[in-house]
């Protein structure tokens, strides 16, 4: 069965302390992302990679890292410097070069930092 | 709709009816248009596409149109079910741009029996 897997779906931190969230794909897409969700507002673009070993700021990149080792692998940390890393967190993947631009999507995950 | 905040613009459908949800995009030079379906703690799933040298796209009781002219969107679904309750969101995708989209805020829609 063919998809994008996050884990965990709920997570729980302390503020101050950095947290990685996983996102997985078999799908062998070669571009990836990650957004950000707060309630009532649309998905903001956090970090995209289009290949392996690349990756790009979106637009909210300020206090989140990325790393893009393999093709199937993108995880994210949020460290202690986002201000406010209470939020959806959603990962998505796409083909590229290609004139089909649908994203794929995971299922979250839900970060709260008190 | 388009909407900042807390309170997504809602709709309230009855079921059986038709539903129309509306976007305004952004950009003229935008080449690509998407809808998405968000239910309740869920990733959003792909609904229908349409690209811009497109007027109407028609999918399974979902029709997407788009008016280049004053830059909008709508997404039309027939005979509304419960299971059509969700979050819908649209996206452009900038014409220089190899693949990111730009998402609204999204329409909260909610069908009553």
């Known amino acids: 069965d063919g998809g994008i897997t996050q884990s965990p779906k709920y997570l729980f931190r302390k503020e101050g302390q950095n947290v990685t969230l996983s996102c997985e794909q078999n799908l062998n897409h070669d571009a990836m992302y990650w957004y950000r969700q707060d309630p009532g507002q649309g998905l903001r673009l956090i970090y995209y990679?289009?290949?392996?070993?690349?990756?790009q700021k979106g637009d909210i990149a300020e206090g989140y890292s990325v790393s893009r080792e393999k093709k199937e692998s993108f995880p994210l940390t949020v460290t202690s410097a986002q201000k406010n890393p209470t939020a959806f967190y959603l990962c998505a993947s796409s083909t590229t070069g290609t004139l089909a631009y649908e994203q794929y999507f995971g299922p979250g995950t839900r970060l709260t930092v008190t | 709709g388009e909407s900042v905040g807390l309170h997504l613009p809602t709709l309230s459908v009855q079921e059986g009816d038709n539903s129309i949800i509306n976007c305004a995009y952004s950009n003229s030079a935008s080449d690509y248009f998407i809808w998405y379906k968000q239910e309740s703690g869920k990733g959003p799933q792909f609904i229908i596409d349409?690209?811009?040298?497109?007027d109407k796209r028609q999918g399974q009781r979902v029709t997407v149109l788009l008016n280049k002219t004053v830059k909008h969107l709508s997404l039309q679904i027939a005979a509304t079910q419960p299971g059509d309750s969700a979050v819908y969101f649209c996206a452009e995708k900038f014409g220089d741009s190899w693949g990111k989209l730009q998402f609204g805020a999204g329409t909260q829609v909610v069908v009553t029996p």
């Open positions: 349409i690209r811009s040298n497109m």
């Open positions: 990679s289009q290949i392996v070993n690349d990756f």
